[in-house]
C-alpha cells in the first residue's frame, strides 16, 4: 500500500478505502451475519438475497406449473442450464455456446478426460503438478486406468521448487512427445499462485498437446480470455466466488474448435435440444458445450446462480479484480506491519499477476489458530499441513473487516489464545 505506515495502521484509513470502494454497495446484497468476519468465501461463498430470489423462483414454477415448468413460469428449466452457461461466458472469456453449467468439478474432468484424451502409440501421458487438489488427481488417475494405463507410468507430476508454487518453466520443460494432455489449476489451492495459462496453453500447442484448467479458485475472482488463449477446456465450481449455494453446480468450457466432438460420456442431456424427446437409442449430440451435459439438470441447485450472476454482470469482473488485488494487497501490508514477531509467513505470491484471490498465511500452529480465530468470529479456512487461507471478497468484504480480523489474529498471537486448542484439523477443515 502507498500510505504511510502509520496512517495505513489505523481504523480511519480502512474506513477512507471503504468509502472510495467502487463496488460497496454490493455488500447490502448479501446475508452476514452481525458480528462474524466471514473470510472464506474462496471456500463456499455467502448467500446473497438475489440469489435466494431465483432459486424462490425457480421452486414457484414448481408449485405452480408441476412438470410444465421445464417450459413454462418464471425461469423454464429445459434450457436453464445454457442460459447461465451463456452468463458465465464473460467471465472466463468465452462465446456463449462454449460454456454449460452442469455437473461438479470432478463429474466435469471426467467428462473432459473421457472426450478428449485419446492415447495413441508413445504418446500416452498426462501432465499435471504435485500441488493439484486431491480430487483432480484421483479422476486422472481413473481415468488412465479405464484405459488400461497405470498412474505410476503414465501421470507425470511437475515438482515445486518451494513447496508453494508450480514454475510454469518446469511445465514446458515437462511437455515431452510422450505427454498427449495437460491438467492444471489455474490458482493453486494453498498458495493462492496464478498460473499464466496463456503462455501454458501457447506452448503446449506448439508440441501438439491438448491442455486444459480447473478454474475453482480464479472464477469470479480473475478475469480470464479462455477462446483468445486457445485453452482447449475447462471446469470449475460455482459455489465459491459466485455463491451459488453448498454443493451447487460446476461449469464447463470447450474451445470452439472442439465442439462437435461427440461426448466421452454420454446421456440424454447430451442431445440436441429438438431432438432429445424423440427417444431414439442413437445419440445426435448437441455442437455446442451442451454435449458434455449427462443427465436431467439439477434445477434447485442451479437456480441461485441466476441472481448471482445478475451481480457479477453488474459489477463487471475487471472491477472486481481490481478490488480484490487491493483489498488482499492491504491485508498483507497489515499482517506485515503487524505480525511480523510472531512466525507468520506470506505463502502466496506477491505480484498482481501472479495472485489470485486469497491470501496464504503459513504458520506451524495453523490449525490451533484458526480454531481461535473462530472463537473469536472470524471465519477463516484451514489447509494442511500449515496454511491459514483467508480471503476478502470483493462484493460483501469491507476494509475495516479486514483491519480487524488482522487486530484481532495479533490479539490471538499476543494473547496465546491459539493454546487452548490442539494443533489438528477439525473432521471438516
Not at 453449467?101 to 472426450?115: E, P, R
Not at 441447485?301 to 478490488?323: D, H, K, N, V, W
Not at 506451524?364 to 479456512?381: F, G, Q, V, Y
Request: charged share 25%; proline share 4%; hydrophobic share 40%.
Amino acid at each position: 500500500m502507498k500510505a504511510d505506515t502509520a496512517v495505513l495502521l489505523t481504523k480511519e484509513y480502512a474506513q477512507q478505502l471503504d468509502q472510495e470502494n467502487p463496488l460497496q454497495g454490493f455488500r447490502d446484497e448479501f446475508y452476514l451475519q452481525e458480528g462474524t468476519l466471514y473470510m472464506d468465501g474462496n471456500s463456499l461463498g455467502l448467500l446473497s438475497k438475489r440469489a435466494e430470489k431465483s432459486l424462490l423462483n425457480s421452486l414457484e414454477d414448481w408449485k405452480n406449473h408441476g412438470i410444465d415448468g421445464w417450459m413454462s413460469g418464471n425461469q423454464p428449466w429445459f434450457e436453464f442450464s445454457e442460459k447461465l452457461g451463456a452468463l458465465s461466458a464473460p467471465l472466463v472469456g468465452a462465446k456463449a455456446g462454449e460454456v454449460i453449467v452442469t455437473g461438479s468439478i470432478t463429474t466435469n474432468i471426467h467428462q473432459v478426460l473421457a472426450t478428449f484424451y485419446k492415447p495413441e502409440g508413445s504418446k500416452t501421458k498426462i501432465l499435471a503438478d504435485e500441488l493439484n487438489f486431491p480430487s483432480d488427481i484421483y479422476a486422472i488417475k481413473a481415468q488412465l486406468k479405464l484405459h488400461g494405463l497405470e498412474p505410476d507410468q503414465h501421470l507425470i507430476q511437475v515438482k515445486s521448487r518451494d513447496g508453494r508454487t508450480i514454475s510454469e518453466d518446469d511445465v514446458i520443460a515437462a511437455m515431452t512427445e510422450e505427454v498427449a494432455l495437460v491438467w492444471l489449476p489455474s490458482v493453486l489451492y494453498r498458495s493462492g499462485q496464478l498460473m499464466d495459462m496463456k503462455r501454458l496453453a501457447e506452448e503446449a500447442h506448439k508440441r501438439g498437446i491438448l491442455i486444459g484448467f480447473d478454474l475453482a479458485h480464479s472464477i469470479g475472482a480473475v478475469p480470464h480470455s479462455l477462446n483468445d488463449w486457445g485453452v482447449d477446456f475447462a471446469v470449475w465450481c460455482n459455489y465459491k466466488y459466485l455463491n451459488s449455494g453448498p454443493g451447487g453446480v460446476g461449469g464447463m468450457f470447450v474451445h470452439e474448435r472442439n465442439l462437435g466432438t461427440a461426448p466421452g460420456l454420454a446421456g440424454w442431456f447430451s442431445s440436441k435440444k429438438e431432438k432429445q424427446f424423440d427417444m431414439e437409442h442413437t445419440l445426435e449430440h448437441a455442437e455446442t458445450a451442451g454435449a458434455y451435459q449427462i443427465g436431467t439438470p439439477h434445477v434447485l441447485s442451479i437456480a441461485p446462480l441466476l441472481g448471482s450472476l445478475e451481480m457479477f454482470e453488474e459489477a463487471g469482473i475487471a472491477r472486481i479484480r481490481e478490488t480484490s488485488l487491493k483489498m488482499t494487497d492491504y491485508m498483507m501490508a497489515l499482517i506485515e506491519h503487524e505480525l511480523g514477531d510472531f512466525g507468520f509467513q506470506i505463502g502466496n505470491p506477491r505480484e498482481d499477476e501472479r495472485r489470485g484471490g486469497h491470501v496464504c498465511l503459513e504458520h506451524d500452529e495453523a490449525a490451533r489458530i484458526c480454531k481461535a480465530l473462530k472463537e473469536n468470529k472470524i471465519i477463516p479456512d484451514f489447509r494442511a499441513p500449515n496454511v491459514i487461507r483467508l480471503a476478502p471478497i470483493a462484493l460483501y468484504t469491507t476494509y475495516e473487516d479486514i483491519w480487524n480480523t488482522v487486530r484481532i489474529l495479533k490479539q490471538i498471537m499476543v494473547k496465546e489464545e491459539y493454546k487452548n486448542f490442539e494443533n489438528t484439523r477439525n473432521v471438516v477443515a
